[in-house]
């Protein structure tokens, strides 16, 4: 993240999508479009599939159940929600919360692009096997490559992307969940988010202070 101070927790008018019609089947099922959240030159990046019934209704990436988990991983990573940014693949909720199609989530990555191009983190994390598969661009046994690192080739350049499970598969799988907290602080190490004097862990970012 820069530090030249300003408000690190605005959302960046170019980044959100205003309107958007090109996946007939999700304009039909969602509310509204849930753009990314967070600071626009975050370190750190989460992305994960879509949103669900919460998220539609919210308009927030990552909130209900789900997003509890995050949020409770981050502030055991020393990190607060306001450190990071979270986005998805697909900006729209898909019916009965059925994957995105291969279709939709082509017709969304421009979206997600442009927002890695913008931010230019020192880490990506994948949340879940549809972001993952989506942004390595291979088939990917989530549970057991979850933690790992790789490179990729996203917005034109090499990028880091830690790969991890979704939070929600903790809440179905106890077992999941330390691995799950282990890879949050790794993203934080890695990206050096957690690193830095006075970085969340309270629920207050305090970055913009620096
Ligand atoms: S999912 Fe993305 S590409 Fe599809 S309609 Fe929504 S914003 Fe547009």
Partial sequence: MSEDGGDGAALDEDLRVPSCERCPALVES????????????????????????????????????????????LRDAGLARADVRITNCVRCRPPDNRDPTTDELANCRGHLESEIERLAPELIVTLGKVPSEHLLDRSVAITGESGGVVDARLAGESRRVLLSVHPAATLYDRSQRDGFFETIARAAELS??????GSGGDGQSRLGEF
């Avoid at 849930?34 to 919460?54: K, R």
């Avoid at 050096?192 to 004097?197: A, I, K, L, P, S």
């Fill in 30 to 73: 969602r509310s509204r479009i849930v753009d990314g959240v967070g600071p626009t030159d975050a370190d750190l990046l989460f992305v994960g599939e879509g949103p669900g019934a919460t998220e539609d209704e919210e308009g927030e990436p990552f909130v209900g159940r789900s997003g509890d988990v995050l949020d409770e991983a």
């Fill in 192 to 197: 050096g988010v957690g690193d830095r004097e």
